[in-house]
C-alpha cells in the first residue's frame, strides 16, 4: 500500500485549492495538494472577468465601498446569499487584491487623464490615482469594482499562485484521481486517490482534508466548462453517510457562450459596451431590462433569450437558435488590448472577426452556485461530518445564492480558500495526532475491489460509461436549463434512475487498463448520476422562480422557499432526500 | 466521401504496449477542431484513445500535440487547415504517458521550482507594500504580455537545442524568468538572474533558431524576448 501521511490534504489544484494550501504551508502545517491535472489546467485559468473588490481608485468606481458591494451580492443571490458571509467577503476581498498585486499579478492601472467611454462620455481619471489598480464595469453592480488583467485574469491570478506555491516548498502531486474520502465514523482522515501516470491506487491520509475541486457544470451537454468540472468533490460527499450538499438547482447560465462550441465570450464584452441583438436587429434588452440593458445580471439575460427565442425572435444557425452580440463599435484598439481572447475564440471557433463581424451567441450552464454544504467557515462539522472543509466552487456557503454576480468567484476562491485554512490549522492544532488505520485500510480495500470488478467486467457486453455519461448530459441540457418545469423534471427523474440501474452493468468496451481514460469514465459515472438526481430533485421540488432557477409552472418567488436546499443520498433507498434551512440561523 | 478524414495516430502506453505504433482511423468529422476529432475518434470509435485536454478552448495548454509534425494545440487547430490526412503523435521532448499524452507538468513544476524566491513578507506587509506603489499601465501591460505562457510544451517541443541538450531549459523558462525580471514589484536583484541563467544550459544555450517563437499558439514574442533577456544578462556580465 503506498500512503502519504500529512496534517493537511488540499484536492484540487485550482485557485481555491492553492491559495489554502500556501496559507497552511505559511502556518507552518504540513500540507499536500493533489490534483487531476497539472494546476494551470484547472477551470480557475479560464476565469476571464476579474474580481470584483471596491478598491474606489477609478473615476467610475470612485464613489465605491464594500457596502455597496455588498448591496449587490445580496440583491444578485435573490434573497438566499448569507449577510454574514457576504459582509466577510466584500470586506476580505479588497486586501486579497492587494496582496495578490505584492504576488506578481498584473492588475490592468488607472491612466490619467480622459477617456472616452463607449457611450461617448467624457471622463477624466484623476492624477492622484494614476497607476492605482483600476475597474471594469460587469453585470448587476452599482459602481465599476472588477479589477482585471485584459481578459485573462484567472490564468495570471493561477500563474502567481503557483510562483507562491514554489516559494512556500507545497508539494503538488498531479494526475491524481481522487476515488473516495476515508472516513472513520464521522471524521474524515484523507482520500483514496487514483494515481493516473501508474494505475495504482493512493493512500492519502491527513487530520483535515479540503475539497476545492470545484463546480458540476459538465452535468450540463452545453457548457462554458472545462472536462474537468463534473462534480468529482460533490460526488465524493453525496457518496459517505449524512454527506451533505446544497442549493444545488442553483445553476447559472451565462448568456455569452459561443455558438456552436460554448466556449465563453466574457462578460467583459457587455460591461465594456457591447450589445446583444435579435434576429431582427433589436436590442432585445432595451425591453426586458430597459435601465440596466445588457448589462442587467446574467440570469436575467439568460431568461430574456429563451423569451425571445419563445417569441421567433432568435437567429437560426446552422446548429441552432442563437443571438448576436455586437462589439464592433468598440474598435480594433480596445479589442486587440482589453478583449483579446475574445478576439482569438470568436475567429478560431466561430470564424467570426469581432473587429467587423457580429458574434453568434446562446446561453449555457456556466457556474454551479450550490455544492458541497459548509457552515461561514468552510468546515462541514456542523452538518455531522469533521475534518472536512470545502472552497470555491465546490463548496456552497452562501455567497452567491441563487444568482452569482461576474467579478465574484475568482474573488471567492482567494478570499475562502486563505479562510478555510484558518480554520483547518485551527482544527489541526486541536484534533489528536491519532489517524486510524484500519478506516485507511477498509477503503484501500473498497476501491482496489471496485478497480478490480471493473477489471472483470471489461470486454464484455453492456452499456458503456461515455454513453451513460453523455445521456445524463443531454437530459440535463434538455430539461434542467434556464427554464424548468414539473414534466420535464420528472421525465428527467424518470431517465435517470433508470441510468442508475443500467449502471452496474456497464462495461469497459476493450481491455482494461486503470490509467485509460474509459476507466476514468467508469469511475465517474455512478457519481455524476447521482448529482444530476440531485439537482433535478431539488429542481423539482422548489416550486417558484428565484434567481436562476426559473419554473414556467411557478414563475412567482415564494416567501416560503426562502430558505437554503439541503440534500443527501439515501444509500437504502438509493435516492435523494431533501429538506430546507433557515439562511441566516443565528450564531 | 470527401469530407472523410484519415487520421494517422501514434499509440503506445509505456508499460503495457510492447511497441509503438500508428493506429490509421477514417472519420467523418462532425467538428471543426482536431480535438474535436479526436474526442469524436475516442467517444465513437476507440474508447481507450489517451490524450488530454481541459478547457478546449486555448487557455489551459492540455493538449499540445505534434499535427502533421508541428506542435499546436488541438483545440485550436482547425480541420480546415489541414488536407484529408492526418499525423498526430505526441509532443516529444516530455515523458510519454501514453498516445497523445505526456507529461508537461512535471517539466513546469521544476521550472517554477528553479524560480522559487525565498524572501516572505507578511501579508500586512505585502498590502502595505502594493499600497504604497503605482505602476504605469504600460509597465503591466507588457508584463501581461510576459505572463501569457499556458505551459503546453509547444516551445520546447519545437527547439532543436531542447531536442538534443536535455539539460537545456528551454524558451518557457527563460520566458517566465524574463517575465519576472522585468516586474518591478519583484524584490530580487538581477544578479539573481544572472547567477541561474547566464549559462550554457540557460540564455546561452539557445542557438536562436527561433522555432519557439513560429510555434508558440499564444503568440508570445519569444524571439524578441529571450532576445531582450540574453542582451540584459550580457550586460550584466560585463559590468560585474
Known amino acids: 500500500m503506498d500512503i502519504s501521511y500529512s496534517e493537511a490534504l488540499v484536492v484540487g489544484g485550482g485557485l481555491a485549492g492553492l491559495r489554502a494550501a500556501i496559507e497552511l504551508k505559511e502556518r507552518g502545517i504540513d500540507v499536500v495538494l493533489i490534483s487531476i491535472v497539472p494546476p494551470l489546467r484547472s477551470h480557475s485559468s479560464a476565469a476571464m472577468g476579474g474580481v470584483q473588490a471596491a478598491l474606489a481608485s477609478s473615476f467610475m468606481g470612485a464613489s465605491d465601498s464594500p457596502c455597496l458591494h455588498y448591496q449587490d451580492t445580496i440583491n444578485g443571490g435573490a434573497g438566499i446569499a448569507d449577510p454574514a458571509v457576504v459582509d466577510y467577503f466584500c470586506h476580505s476581498v479588497i486586501d486579497s487584491v492587494y496582496q495578490l498585486d505584492s504576488w506578481g499579478v498584473p492588475w490592468t492601472r488607472v491612466s490619467a487623464g480622459e477617456r472616452i467611454l463607449s457611450d461617448g462620455r467624457m471622463i477624466v481619471e484623476k492624477k492622484d490615482n494614476h497607476g492605482k489598480i483600476t475597474a471594469r464595469n460587469f453585470g448587476g453592480t452599482a459602481q465599476w469594482r472588477t479589477c482585471y488583467c485584459s481578459d485573462s485574469t484567472g490564468h495570471n491570478l493561477m500563474r502567481a499562485h503557483l510562483r507562491r506555491s514554489a516559494a512556500v516548498g507545497l508539494p503538488i502531486v498531479d494526475r491524481m484521481q481522487a476515488l473516495s474520502l476515508i472516513m472513520s465514523d464521522n471524521t474524515c482522515e484523507g482520500v483514496t486517490a487514483l494515481d493516473l501516470r501508474t494505475g495504482k491506487i493512493k493512500l492519502f491520509q491527513s487530520k483535515a482534508t479540503l475539497l476545492a475541486t470545484g463546480g458540476y457544470g459538465r452535468l450540463f451537454e452545453y457548457s462554458t466548462n472545462g472536462s474537468i468540472c463534473n462534480g468529482a468533490g460533490q460526488a465524493l460527499v453525496l457518496s459517505i453517510s449524512g454527506g451533505t450538499l446544497s442549493n444545488m438547482e442553483a445553476v447559472q447560465f451565462h448568456p455569452t457562450a459561443l455558438m456552436p462550441s460554448s466556449v465563453l465570450i466574457t462578460e467583459g464584452c457587455r460591461g465594456d459596451g457591447g450589445y446583444l441583438y435579435n434576429n431582427k436587429m433589436e436590442r432585445f434588452m432595451l425591453k426586458y431590462a430597459p435601465e440596466a440593458k445588457e448589462l442587467a445580471s446574467r440570469d436575467v439575460i439568460s431568461r430574456s433569450m429563451i423569451l425571445e427565442e419563445r417569441l421567433g425572435n432568435a437567429c437560426q444557425g446552422d446548429s441552432g437558435s442563437h443571438f448576436w452580440l455586437d462589439i464592433r463599435h468598440l474598435g480594433r484598439e480596445h479589442i486587440s488590448t482589453h478583449l483579446r481572447e475574445v478576439a482569438e475564440n470568436a475567429f478560431c471557433f466561430a470564424g467570426v472577426d469581432p473587429v467587423h463581424d457580429l458574434i453568434p451567441v446562446y446561453p449555457a450552464q456556466h457556474y454551479t452556485m450550490g455544492g458541497i454544504r459548509t457552515d461561514k467557515s468552510l468546515s462541514t462539522e456542523k452538518y455531522g461530518i469533521s475534518g472536512l472543509f470545502a472552497a470555491g466552487e465546490a463548496a456552497c456557503w452562501d455567497l452567491h445564492g441563487f444568482n452569482r454576480l461576474g467579478g465574484n468567484s475568482l474573488g471567492e476562491t482567494i478570499v475562502a480558500g486563505e479562510f478555510a485554512a484558518v480554520t483547518m490549522s485551527d482544527y489541526i492544532q486541536k484534533k489528536g495526532s491519532r489517524l486510524s488505520v484500519s478506516a485507511a485500510d477498509d477503503e484501500f480495500g473498497k476501491q482496489s475491489e471496485r478497480l478490480l470488478r471493473l477489471e472483470k467486467q471489461s470486454g464484455k457486453p453492456g452499456l458503456s460509461y461515455v454513453s451513460i455519461i453523455s445521456s445524463v448530459q443531454s437530459l440535463m441540457s434538455r430539461y434542467a436549463g434556464v427554464f424548468r418545469n414539473e414534466e420535464g423534471l420528472n421525465t428527467a427523474r424518470l431517465e435517470l434512475n433508470r441510468l442508475l440501474e443500467q449502471e452496474p452493468d456497464a462495461a469497459i468496451a476493450g481491455s482494461f487498463s486503470a490509467t485509460s481514460p474509459e476507466t476514468t469514465a467508469a469511475l465517474e459515472c455512478r457519481g455524476m448520476v447521482k448529482l444530476a438526481l440531485a439537482v433535478v430533485g431539488c429542481a423539482l421540488k422548489r416550486k417558484e422562480s428565484r434567481g436562476c432557477h426559473n419554473r414556467d409552472d411557478y414563475p412567482e418567488m415564494s416567501e416560503e422557499f426562502c430558505k437554503r436546499t439541503l440534500c443527501r443520498w439515501n444509500s437504502i433507498s438509493e435516492s435523494i432526500e431533501i429538506d430546507y434551512e433557515d439562511i441566516s440561523p443565528q450564531g | ?240
Open chain 2, 1 to 240: 466521401m470527401d469530407k472523410c478524414k484519415k487520421v494517422k495516430i501514434f499509440r503506445f502506453v509505456p508499460g503495457s504496449d510492447l511497441k509503438p505504433r500508428f493506429k490509421r482511423y477514417s472519420v467523418v468529422p462532425t467538428g471543426d477542431t482536431v480535438l474535436s476529432l479526436i474526442l469524436q475518434i475516442r467517444n465513437e470509435v476507440d474508447h481507450s484513445l489517451k490524450f488530454d485536454y481541459v478547457c478546449r478552448a486555448g487557455v489551459c495548454g492540455s493538449c499540445a500535440m505534434l499535427i502533421n509534425g508541428r506542435p499546436a494545440l488541438a483545440c485550436r487547430a482547425r480541420l480546415d487547415d489541414y488536407g484529408s490526412a492526418l499525423t498526430l503523435a505526441p509532443l516529444p521532448g516530455f515523458l510519454l504517458l501514453g498516445d497523445l499524452s505526456v507529461d508537461t507538468g512535471s517539466y513546469f513544476i521544476r521550472m517554477y521550482q528553479n524560480q522559487a524566491m525565498n524572501l516572505h513578507r507578511t501579508k500586512e506587509e505585502e498590502i502595505a507594500y502594493a499600497l504604497s506603489c503605482r505602476h504605469d499601465n504600460e509597465t503591466m501591460l507588457r508584463i501581461y504580455e510576459l505572463d501569457r505562457c499556458i505551459e503546453c510544451g509547444c516551445c520546447v517541443s519545437a527547439c532543436a537545442t531542447a531536442q538534443m541538450n536535455s539539460s537545456f531549459v528551454g524558451a518557457a523558462e527563460l520566458l517566465n524568468a524574463w517575465r519576472i525580471m522585468v516586474d518591478p514589484r519583484d524584490p530580487r536583484d538581477d544578479e539573481f538572474w544572472y547567477r541561474l541563467y547566464a549559462t550554457d544550459n540557460g540564455v546561452f544555450g539557445c542557438t536562436a533558431l527561433l522555432a519557439c517563437d513560429s510555434s508558440c499558439p499564444k503568440n508570445i514574442p519569444l524571439a524578441s524576448s529571450l532576445a531582450s533577456f540574453r542582451i540584459a544578462l550580457l550586460k550584466l556580465g560585463v559590468t560585474t
